[in-house]
C-alpha cells in the first residue's frame, strides 16, 4: 500500500495528526502495536487516571462532607473491582470512539509495531510473527513514552509499580510509597489517600510539582497534608526491595548519610517518563536520539530525514497530552502548505489532584530569573461565595503580570474546576491581554471564576473587590 501519510503511534498524537491529514485530503495510515488505540493516554494514562481521580472524590466527599450537608449515610464502603470496572468502561468507551473516528475518517488502522526499513518504507511486525510492507510520502513519529524504570528502584510490577499497574490495584492498600513528587504520582496518590490509603511520597527536590509556580506548590502541598499525605523532601531513594506482600524503600536525606526505612504495601515509582523510540528502526534512516532518548526535530517538526517528522513525547518539551495534539496538527497542516504556529509557553499544564492545579505562561522564579519587571495579583478561594457554597475553600488564583505595560505573563491557580478556568488566560494571553482587560470583564456570579477577576483586580492597583 502507498500512503501520502503514515503516523507510527495512536495516542492523542497521532490519532488527532491522522485525522487532521485526512481532512486536509492525505491518504493517511496509522500504525499501532497494541490492541487498541488511544496510546497511553486513553488506556493507562489521563483517561483512567481521571476516572478513578473522579471516583476516589465521590467517596471522600461521602465520607468526610456529606453530613455538613446534611445527607446522611450507613455502612459507606469502598468497592474497588467495580470502581475498575466503570475506569475499565471508561477506557473502552473511549478508544472505540478513537477507532469509530478513523472509520469516520477513511483512515487505514494497521495493527503491528511499525519501524523504518526506509524513510519512505515501513515495516509492519504484526503479533502473530507475521511482517508486511508499506509505503508513505510521509512519516510521522507519534509513539510516546513509558514510565521511568531506574534499575535500582527494582521495578516488578507486583509491589514496586508504576503508573500503569497502579490502575488495576483492586482492593484499597493500608500503605503507599511514592519516589517522586511530580504530577502523576500526586494524581494517583490523591486517588488512594481519598479511600483510606496512608500515602508517604519522597522527593529529591525542595518542593513538588516543581515545575509549576512556587505558590502552587505550597498550596497543593498544604491541602494534600489535610488529606494524610506525609512529604519527605530532599530525600532520595538508595533502595527498594519487595517481599511478599510487602516492600521496603530505603531514604536518605540529601547532604547527609542518615539513613532511614518506610515500609508499605506498594511502591510507586513515578520519577517521569522516557520517550518510546526503540525498535523505531531509526539507526536505517541516520537518526539518533540524544542522552535522553528524544529525537531532534527543526521550527517545523521535522527531523534530519526529510519527510520523517516527530511529536509529541519523543521530542523536547512537555510530555502533555494536549501539547501532543497541536503538533499533530501542526505538521498535517504544514504538510499541504499551510503556515501553521505553536505558542509553546501558552500550552498549560494541569494537575487532576483536588484542588486541582493549572498554570499557564511564566511562572515568578522564571520572570525573577529573566529580570523581567512584574506585579502579582492575588485571590484566595476562601473568600469566594462559590467555594464557600461547595466547601472547596483550599486555592487561589496567581496573576503575573508585566510591571510596565500590564500583559498577563504567567497564571497559576490552585482550587476547584481551575483545570477548566485556565482555558480562560489561555485565550486571553494569545491576545496579550493585560490584567486590567481582565479587571473589567464581568464574570458571572457566583461562580469560581470570579477569582481570576479579582486576582486581576489586585495586580491592578491592589484593587480586589472581596478582599
Same mark, same amino acid.
Given at each position: ?32 502495536k ?44 469502598v ?22 473516528l ?17 524513510a519512505q518504507?515501513?515495516k ?11 509505503d508513505a ?7 510516546g ?26 482492593s484499597?492498600?493500608?500503605t503507599?510509597?511514592i ?8 494524581e ?13 511520597v ?9 515545575g ?22 530532599k530525600?532520595m ?5 519487595a ?11 540529601r ?5 532511614f ?60 497530552a ?10 498535517a497542516?504544514?504538510? #499541504?502548505?499551510?503556515?501553521? =504556529?505553536?505558542?509553546?509557553?501558552? &500550552?498549560? $499544564? %494541569?494537575?487532576?489532584?483536588?484542588p486541582? *492545579? !493549572? ?13 523581567t ?19 472547596d475553600?483550599?486555592?487561589? #488564583?496567581?496573576?503575573?503580570? =508585566?510591571?510596565?505595560?500590564?500583559? &498577563?505573563? $504567567? %497564571? ?5 474546576? *481551575? !483545570? ?29 471564576t ?10 491592578t492597583d ?6
Amino acid at each position: 500500500m502507498k500512503y501520502d501519510l503514515a503516523v507510527i503511534g495512536s495516542g492523542p498524537g497521532g490519532y488527532v495528526a491522522a485525522i487532521r491529514a485526512a481532512q486536509l485530503g492525505l491518504k493517511t495510515a496509522i500504525i499501532e502495536k497494541e490492541k487498541t488505540l488511544g496510546g497511553t493516554c486513553l488506556n493507562v494514562g489521563c483517561i483512567p487516571s481521571k476516572a478513578l481521580l473522579d471516583s476516589s472524590e465521590h467517596f471522600h466527599n461521602a465520607h468526610k462532607n456529606f453530613e455538613t450537608h446534611g445527607i446522611k449515610l450507613s455502612e459507606l464502603k469502598v468497592d474497588m473491582p467495580q470502581m475498575i470496572a466503570r475506569k475499565n468502561d471508561v477506557v473502552e468507551q473511549n478508544v472505540n470512539g478513537v477507532a469509530f473516528l478513523m472509520k469516520k475518517n477513511k483512515i487505514d488502522v494497521i495493527n503491528g509495531k511499525g519501524s523504518f526499513i526506509s524513510a519512505q518504507k515501513l515495516k509492519i511486525s504484526k503479533a502473530d510473527g507475521t511482517e508486511s510492507e508499506i509505503d508513505a510520502d510521509k512519516v510521522i513519529i507519534a509513539t510516546g513514552s513509558a514510565p521511568s524504570t531506574p534499575p535500582a528502584f527494582n521495578f516488578d510490577g507486583k509491589r514496586v509499580i508504576t503508573s500503569t499497574e497502579a490502575l488495576d490495584i483492586t482492593s484499597v492498600p493500608e500503605t503507599m510509597i511514592i519516589i517522586g513528587g511530580g504530577v502523576i504520582g500526586l494524581e494517583l496518590g490523591s486517588v488512594f489517600a481519598r479511600l483510606g490509603t496512608k500515602i508517604e511520597v519522597v522527593e529529591y527536590l525542595d518542593r513538588i510539582i516543581a515545575g509549576m509556580d512556587k505558590d502552587c506548590s505550597k498550596e497543593l502541598m498544604r491541602s494534600l497534608k489535610k488529606l494524610g499525605f506525609k512529604f519527605h523532601l530532599k530525600h532520595m531513594v538508595t533502595d527498594v526491595a519487595a517481599s511478599g506482600q510487602s516492600v521496603s524503600v530505603t531514604v536518605q536525606k540529601r547532604n547527609s548519610e542518615d539513613t532511614f526505612k518506610i515500609d508499605g504495601d506498594y511502591c510507586l515509582i513515578s520519577v517521569g517518563r522516557v520517550p518510546y523510540t526503540d525498535g523505531l528502526g531509526l539507526e536505517n534512516i541516520g537518526l539518533q536520539t540524544d542522552q535522553k532518548g528524544r529525537i531532534e526535530v527543526d521550527e517545523h517538526l521535522q527531523t534530519a530525514v526529510p519527510g520523517v517528522f516527530a511529536i509529541g513525547d519523543v521530542i523536547k518539551g512537555a510530555m502533555l497530552a494536549h501539547k501532543a495534539e497541536e503538533e499533530g496538527v501542526f505538521v498535517a497542516e504544514y504538510l #499541504v502548505g499551510q503556515k501553521p =504556529h505553536i505558542n509553546y509557553n501558552l &500550552i498549560p $499544564g %494541569v494537575v487532576y489532584t483536588w484542588p486541582e *492545579v !493549572a498554570g499557564v505562561g511564566q511562572t515568578e522564579d522564571q520572570l525573577k530569573e529573566a529580570g523581567t519587571p512584574y506585579k502579582v495579583g492575588k485571590f484566595p478561594y476562601k473568600a469566594l461565595g462559590r467555594a464557600r457554597a461547595s466547601m472547596d475553600l483550599d486555592g487561589m #488564583v496567581k496573576i503575573l503580570a =508585566h510591571k510596565e505595560t500590564d500583559e &498577563i505573563l $504567567g %497564571v497559576h491557580m490552585v482550587g476547584a474546576r *481551575v !483545570a477548566d478556568m485556565i482555558a480562560e488566560a489561555v485565550a486571553l494571553m494569545e491576545f496579550r491581554a493585560s490584567a486590567e482587560d481582565v479587571a473589567r470583564m464581568s464574570h458571572a456570579h457566583p461562580t469560581y471564576t470570579e477569582a481570576f477577576r479579582e486576582a486581576a483586580l489586585a495586580a491592578t492597583d491592589n484593587r480586589a473587590i472581596h478582599m
